[in-house]
C-alpha cells in the first residue's frame, strides 16, 4: 500500500549531522561482523580497508551527486577516528583503485549489514506508530529504472511496450515493508520486473512478528497472503478487490461480520484449511460516485478494534 508523504528521496540535511547519524545507527563492529560473516575480511593492510569501502558505499547513496573520491576524502574528515581509522599519511585513491575496492567487498556485505542494523524504531510515545499495542507495519511496492546495460537487462527485463518497440531502460521492481509511524524501511527486495509484488511481498513477512499489525492495498490480496501473516502471529488489515466478495456467518454489533477465506488450488494441495477473519464493508462518495470499499482482518475483538476505527486507521494510512 502506499504510505501518505513516504518518499524514497534523501531529505537536505547538514554534513556534520549526517556523520553523527551513521556513528550513532550503524556501529563499527556491525560493519565488521558483516564483513566476517560474509567472509570479506582481509589479511593484508590496504590503502581502502574494507570497513572504510563499506562507509563508502553507505555515503555515495547520500552524496549521488558528489564524486566518489570527493564523498571518500568527507568521509574520512568528517567521521570520529574510532569509527574510521586511517593511517597518518593517508592519501585519498584514484577512482579505479575505488571501484576495485567496491567490487572486492560485493554485495552480500552490505546486505548482511542492513539486516543486522534495520529494525522497527517506534516506542510507545512515537505518534501514530501504534494502534491497540499494536505495531503498525505496511507492505508497499515501487519499480525505478536501472542502466540500460546488458547484464541489466539479462537480469531485471524491460517492461512491455508497443509491438516494434522497446522500453528505454530495464526495470526493477522493489518491494518494501514499511514502520508506518516512522516510515522506516524494515526490510527490502529487489526482483526482475516479470515477478510481481504479490510473489515478492510474502517473503517479506521474515519480518513481521507478534504484536505487530500488518497493512496491505488489494492488490496484495490472496489466500497465502493471510495465511503466511497469521503463521508468523501478526495481525493484518487489508482491503481485498472488489470482484472478491465473502459470505457472511456471523454479523457484530459494529455492522462487520464474520467470514471465512478458503485456499486455492496450490495451497490447498500443500494442506490450506479456510482460515476464519472479520469483514469491514462501506462505501465512500468520490467526485460523486461511491465506491465500495471492503476490508479484512484478524483482529475480531470490535471493543478494542471497532469497525470504523479500523477503516479509518486503513485510510489514513494509505492515498
Known amino acids: 500500500m502506499q504510505l501518505k508523504e513516504f518518499s524514497l528521496f534523501v531529505p537536505n540535511v547538514e554534513s556534520g549531522t549526517v556523520f553523527k547519524a551513521l556513528e550513532t545507527a550503524i556501529p563499527r563492529s556491525a560493519i565488521e561482523q558483516a564483513l566476517g560473516d560474509a567472509k570479506a575480511t582481509e589479511e593484508r593492510k590496504r590503502a581502502l580497508p574494507s570497513h572504510l569501502v563499506v562507509c563508502l558505499i553507505i555515503a555515495m547513496s547520500l552524496w549521488s551527486k558528489a564524486s566518489m573520491r570527493t564523498v571518500l576524502k568527507n568521509l574520512v574528515d568528517g567521521l570520529s577516528e574510532t569509527w574510521v581509522k586511517v593511517g597518518l599519511y593517508w592519501r585519498v585513491p584514484c577512482k579505479s583503485s575505488i571501484t576495485e575496492a567496491r567490487q572486492r567487498i560485493g554485495s552480500g556485505v552490505i546486505t548482511r549489514l542492513f539486516h543486522l542494523v534495520?529494525?522497527?524504531?517506534?516506542t510507545i510515545e512515537t505518534p501514530e506508530a501504534f494502534l491497540g499495542g499494536l505495531r503498525i507495519m505496511a507492505v508497499d511496492g515501487t519499480l525505478f529504472d536501472v542502466p540500460d546495460t546488458e547484464a541489466n537487462a539479462k537480469v531485471f527485463g524491460y517492461p512491455g511496450s508497443r509491438p516494434g518497440t522497446q522500453a528505454s531502460f530495464p526495470k526493477v521492481r522493489l518491494v518494501l515493508l514499511i514502520e508506518a509511524g516512522?516510515?522506516?524501511?524494515?526490510?527490502?527486495?529487489m526482483c526482475p520486473y516479470r515477478i510481481g509484488e504479490r510473489v515478492r511481498v510474502k517473503k517479506l513477512l521474515r519480518s513481521v512478528t507478534q504484536g505487530m499489525l500488518l497493512m496491505w492495498d488489494r492488490g496484495l490480496h490472496s489466500y497465502a497472503m493471510v495465511r503466511a501473516t497469521i503463521g508468523q502471529k501478526c495481525d493484518y488489515l487489508g482491503r481485498v478487490p472488489k470482484n472478491v466478495k465473502f459470505q457472511v456467518d456471523k454479523v457484530l454489533e459494529d455492522g462487520s461480520y464474520l467470514s471465512w477465506i478458503s485456499p486455492d488450488g496450490k495451497s490447498k494441495k500443500k494442506g490450506g484449511t479456510r482460515i476464519m477473519l472479520r469483514?469491514?464493508?462501506?462505501t465512500i462518495d468520490t467526485e460523486g460516485e461511491p465506491e465500495i470499499y471492503r476490508l479484512i482482518t484478524s483482529l475480531t475483538d470490535i471493543a478494542l478494534f471497532p469497525a470504523l476505527l479500523l477503516a479509518m486507521e486503513y485510510h489514513k494510512r494509505s492515498s
Open 182 to 189: 516512522t516510515h522506516l524501511i524494515v526490510d527490502a527486495l
Open 118 to 122: 534495520v529494525r522497527p524504531l517506534a
Open 279 to 282: 469483514v469491514i464493508e462501506y
